[in-house]
Structure formats: structure tokens, C-alpha cells
């Protein structure tokens, strides 16, 4: 048994996968060997589900099936939506709130059993499905709650991402805006065994069910190092725009006074993540067609100034979270649902690895170096 520490479990490998690859030095990402650029641009969000739980792409009519399955399952329980009322109310954090959901959706799937020996994988597709599909009805609702509206059902008729948008503001959104917001839960779906998705596994290990591995996943993706930062970009834009500062003043200033800036750096990529990139040119292609601009110039002027200042020679380049909030701004979508939309997708992928893992599961437990007292002496609590 080797004894060295690994903080963070920085480049350990903990099991095999055949769900999708980061290679970090060159920025590439695949899915099942799929570049995500060709998935980005070619595939429905759909369609990569499919891929990552079945195994291979769908021919016309397995998506067709696979779709009007997905679709069929969107609608919640109105306790649920109550619930979702109530946090709204409350002023709850978006993403906390759909973790209280999701948790609180297993009480309506005669399924929602911890997953025992008997067909696992199968069991925990269908709660996977089920997760997959109601997820969005949750989070729309909780955004018309909070804007003091009911919420819409949902449209079977329209594609995930067509359909999330509808709910979301009542009207069926244009096809610029379908496909790209499409693309960015395409993007988002799945990115090998960065924390949200080790938490899953983590979680699955112990043959709990898909539920609560997703609410776990949901938690882990808040923080402010992991999806958080996505929302935490925005607010720096926001930040800059009312101050009386340039974003490179902003941005040098910030870096004087020690602070981190927020989608730069990550544990995998030493350049630029290729999601950046291809959110980078969808939000060009967004601004110039708009005539809007701005966020698209205080991004481009940040990166080139902190490449200019040696941050990328460090490996600290932009990551996925950099170009995203800027890419659904263009869609009206509020700043602190952007990483609620992460986890949107990203349920997609926590739910592909436990099944994955769960098929030839070993309990994952690692251990702690024993860094406290050898022996100490019990004094009870009146001699203390
Ligand atoms: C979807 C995702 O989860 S993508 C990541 C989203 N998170 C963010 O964007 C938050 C900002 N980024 C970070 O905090 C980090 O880059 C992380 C947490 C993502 C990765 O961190 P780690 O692999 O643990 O690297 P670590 O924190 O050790 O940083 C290595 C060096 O880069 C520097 N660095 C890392 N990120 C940044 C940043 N955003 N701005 C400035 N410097 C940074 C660190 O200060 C450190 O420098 P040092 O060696 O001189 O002390
Ligand atoms: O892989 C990581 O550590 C973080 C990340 O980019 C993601 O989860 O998409």
C-alpha cells in the first residue's frame, strides 16, 4: 500500500472509463472518441445522451424513440412545484433550490429504492431518465416563481433545449437560440472525473440510488472552484461595467490585490479549454449579429491581457466557465441560473458514470493520513 499523499487527488487514477477523455496538454475533449467540437456543432444535446448512455450514436429513428421516452417523462408532481414555490419565496439560491428538488422527486418514483443487486444498471438508467427530464420543469419554475409567474408545462413536442427555454419564458424560443443553447448543454455534458462527477461516483459506489447521486453532484457543482465560477465571471463583467475602470485596469488591480480571476486556470487543462473556444467564437458570432459587443470585448480584452502577462506560459488559461455566462446573457437568462444550467447538463454525465461505474462497482474509500495525537487520556466531562 503506497503512502504517498496526493492533495486533491491531483492525477490519480481511481477507474476506467470509456465516457470521455480530457487530454490537457494539447485541449482536446472527447466523448466515447467523438471530438467535441464535431458533437458541438453536428449533434443534439439529445443525441449525446444517447451517446454517453447507450454507448454509440442514435441512427434517426433510436433518437426519435430515445427523445419522445425523455420527453414523456417531463412533468413533476405538483407537491414538487409547491415546494419549488416555497424556496422561491424564500429568496433560495437558485442552485440550492434544485438540489432540494431533485432530492424531493425521488418521493414520487415508485423506483427511487436504493439500487441493491438486481439489475443495477437498469434501475438506474430509468431514474436517470427520469432525473434527466424533470430537472429543467424544476428549474423553470423556480425562475417564473421568483418573477411572480405560474409555471409552464412542459411541451413534449419541442427538443430539450427548445423546451427548457419555452418554460422558462413562456414563449418558444428562435432557432439561434434553440441551437445555441443546445450546444452549450452539449458542451457541458461531461468532463471525465472533475469533482461533480467523482461525487456521483462516490455516492453510486455505495449502491445508493441515481437520485442521490445527482443531488450530491448538484452540491459539489456550486462551489466557486468548480461551476460556480460561471456565475461568478458574469458578476465580475457586471463588476467592471460600474466601476470607472477598463477590464484591464480592473483585471490588473484585482491580480495586485491577490485575487483569483474567476474561469481562468484548471486541474486538467494547461491551455485553453477547446469549450472556451467554441463558446468564444458562438458568442462573436452572437455580439456581431446583435451589435452588441461588450462582453465579447471585456472577455477578448482579459484573456489577451492576462496572456500577455504570462499566465497561459503558467498553464492558467481560460476554461469553460470564461465564455459561458456571456453566451446566455445573449439569451436573457439571469446571471445566477447559469450554474443551475450547468448542472442541467451536467446530470447527463454524473448519471452515465455511475451507471458506468456501478456495472463492475467497487466501493470507492480511500483513506486519510493519521495526522493526530498517538494516545490521549479521557477525562470525563465534569473534570474537564
Ligand atoms: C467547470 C470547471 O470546474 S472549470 C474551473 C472553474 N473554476 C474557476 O474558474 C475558478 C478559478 N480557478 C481556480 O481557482 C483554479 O484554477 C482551479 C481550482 C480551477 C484549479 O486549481 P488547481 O489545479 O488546484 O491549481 P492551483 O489552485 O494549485 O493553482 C496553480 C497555480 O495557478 C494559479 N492560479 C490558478 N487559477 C488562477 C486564476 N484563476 N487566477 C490567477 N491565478 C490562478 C494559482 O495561484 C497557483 O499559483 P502558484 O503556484 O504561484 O501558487
Ligand atoms: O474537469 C474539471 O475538473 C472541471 C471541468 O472543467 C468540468 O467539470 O467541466
Known amino acids: 500500500m503506497s503512502d504517498e499523499l496526493k492533495r486533491g487527488l491531483e492525477g490519480v487514477l481511481v477507474a476506467e472509463s470509456e465516457l470521455s477523455h480530457v487530454d490537457g496538454e494539447v485541449g482536446k475533449l472527447v466523448y466515447r472518441g467523438y471530438d467535441i467540437e464535431d458533437l458541438a456543432r453536428g449533434a443534439s444535446y439529445e443525441e449525446v445522451l444517447y451517446l454517453l448512455w447507450h454507448g454509440s450514436l442514435p441512427t434517426r429513428e433510436e433518437l ?47 423506483d427511487a429504492d436504493a439500487l441493491g443487486d438486481d439489475h443495477p444498471t437498469e434501475t438506474a438508467r430509468r431514474q436517470g431518465r427520469r432525473i434527466t427530464a424533470k430537472v429543467p420543469t424544476v428549474l423553470a419554475a423556480f425562475e417564473r416563481a421568483r418573477q411572480g409567474e405560474p409555471p409552464v408545462s412542459p411541451d413534449p413536442d419541442l427538443s430539450y433545449a427548445g423546451n427548457f427555454l419555452y418554460m422558462l419564458t413562456g414563449t418558444e424560443p428562435d432557432a439561434v437560440s434553440e441551437e445555441t443553447f443546445d450546444m452549450a448543454l452539449t458542451l457541458h455534458a461531461d468532463h471525465g472525473l472533475n469533482a461533480s462527477t467523482f461525487t456521483a461516483m462516490v455516492i453510486g459506489s455505495t449502491l445508493a440510488d441515481v437520485y442521490s447521486g445527482v443531488t450530491g453532484g448538484i452540491g459539489a457543482l456550486s462551489g466557486s472552484l468548480h461551476g460556480g465560477a460561471n456565475q461568478d465571471v458574469m458578476e465580475v463583467l457586471h463588476e467592471i461595467d460600474d466601476s470607472s475602470k477598463d477590464p484591464i485596469s480592473w483585471v490588473r488591480d484585482a491580480r495586485e490585490d491577490g485575487r483569483r480571476i474567476p474561469g481562468f486556470g484548471h486541474r486538467v487543462y494547461k491551455v485553453k479549454d477547446p469549450r472556451a473556444k467554441i463558446l468564444q467564437e458562438k458568442l462573436r458570432d452572437l455580439s456581431e449579429s446583435s451589435g452588441d459587443t461588450k462582453w465579447l470585448d471585456y472577455t477578448t480584452a ?62 470507492i474509500r480511500p483513506r486519510a493520513r493519521y495526522v493526530g495525537p498517538e494516545s490521549a487520556d479521557f477525562v470525563p466531562i465534569d473534570e474537564r
Open 64 to 110: 426519435d424513440a430515445f427523445a419522445a421516452d425523455l420527453a414523456a417523462e417531463r412533468a413533476v408532481d405538483d407537491d414538487v412545484l409547491d415546494t419549488v414555490r416555497t424556496l422561491a419565496d424564500a429568496d433560495e439560491r437558485p442552485m440550492a433550490a434544485l438540489r432540494t428538488a431533485t432530492s424531493m422527486l425521488s418521493a414520487y418514483d415508485d
Open 302 to 363: 482579459i484573456e489577451e491581457y492576462l496572456t500577455d502577462q504570462g499566465l497561459l506560459d503558467k498553464g492558467i488559461a481560460p476554461n469553460v466557465d470564461f465564455y459561458s455566462g456571456s453566451v446566455y446573457d445573449t439569451l436573457g437568462i439571469p446571471v445566477d441560473m447559469y450554474t443551475p444550467i450547468f448542472a442541467m447538463s451536467r446530470a447527463g454525465g454524473w448519471i452515465a458514470h455511475m451507471v458506468e461505474y456501478q456495472a463492475d462497482n467497487r466501493l
